[in-house]
T-cell receptor, first 110, second 112 residues
C-alpha cells in the first residue's frame, strides 16, 4: 500500500451537492491526520485536523477509520468557492514530517 | 497572528545567479520547513529546522542552502540552479507538540 493514496478525481459536482473523498494510508502508527485545501497557484491551507474518530466544522466532516486505515472528508451543500484540490496529509515516518497525498480535484459547477 | 510570510513572491534568475528566499513567522513555532512544489504535484519536503537546528535534509542538491538565523526566520540560498528547479517554493511552520503546519504564500521561482 502506498503511504498516502487519494482518488485524483476530478470530481465535478453541482452546487448544493454532497461530495465525499477518501484517503488510505499505510503507517498504522499515525495518530493525527490533516486535510488541506489548495487553490490553483496558491499555498495549501489547513482545512481540518483529525486526532480521534472524526471532526466536524460546519459543512465539512472528517472521519477516521483506524482499523481500515482510511480517512474521509465529506462536504455538504457544496459552494462554488469549494472548488479546489483537497490534500490528505498523514505524519510520515520521521519527526515533523508530513506525507502528502497527490490531492483530489473538486470542481463545483453552477 | 497565524501568518507565515515569504519574500519575494516571484523570482526570475539565471543559472549563474545567487539569490535568497526569505520566510518569517511570529506564531512562536519552533519547527520551520522548506517545500518545493511542481505543477499538479503535492509539496515535496526539502528541509526541516527544529529549535533553529537542521534536523532533516531530504537529499537536496547543495545548490540549495538553508539557513535559520533565529526562531522566526528561515532563508533558502540559491546558487547555480537549473531550469528544472523552477517551481513554487513554500515555507511552513508548526508547533512541536503537533504537526499542524501553516504555509506561507510561496515564492514562484523561474530559472532561465
Amino acid at each position: 500500500r502506498k503511504e498516502v493514496e487519494q482518488d485524483p478525481g476530478p470530481f465535478n459536482v453541482p452546487e448544493g451537492a454532497t461530495v465525499a473523498f477518501n484517503c488510505t494510508y499505510s503507517n498504522s502508527a499515525s495518530q493525527s491526520f490533516f486535510w488541506y485545501r489548495q487553490d490553483c497557484r496558491k499555498e495549501p491551507k489547513l482545512l481540518m485536523s483529525v486526532y480521534s474518530s472524526g471532526n466536524e466544522d460546519g459543512r465539512f466532516t472528517a472521519q477516521l477509520n483506524r482499523a481500515s486505515q482510511y480517512i474521509s472528508l465529506l462536504i455538504r451543500d457544496s459552494k462554488l468557492s469549494d472548488s479546489a484540490t483537497y490534500l490528505c496529509v498523514v505524519p510520515g515516518a520521521g519527526s515533523y514530517q508530513l506525507t502528502f497525498g497527490k490531492g483530489t480535484k473538486l470542481s463545483v459547477i453552477p | 497572528d497565524t501568518e507565515v510570510t515569504q519574500t519575494p513572491k516571484h523570482l526570475v534568475m539565471g543559472m549563474t545567479n545567487k539569490k535568497s528566499l526569505k520566510c518569517e513567522q511570529h506564531m512562536g513555532h519552533r519547527a520551520m520547513y522548506w517545500y518545493k512544489q511542481k505543477a499538479k504535484k503535492p509539496p515535496e519536503l526539502m528541509f526541516v529546522y527544529s529549535y533553529e537546528k537542521l534536523s532533516i535534509n531530504e537529499s537536496v542538491p547543495s545548490r540549495f542552502s538553508p539557513e535559520c538565523p533565529n526562531s522566526s526566520l528561515l532563508n533558502l540560498h540559491l546558487h547555480a540552479l537549473q531550469p528544472e528547479d523552477s517551481a513554487l517554493y513554500l515555507c511552513a511552520s508548526s508547533q512541536l507538540a503537533n504537526n499542524e503546519q501553516f504555509f506561507g504564500p510561496g515564492t514562484r521561482l523561474t530559472v532561465l
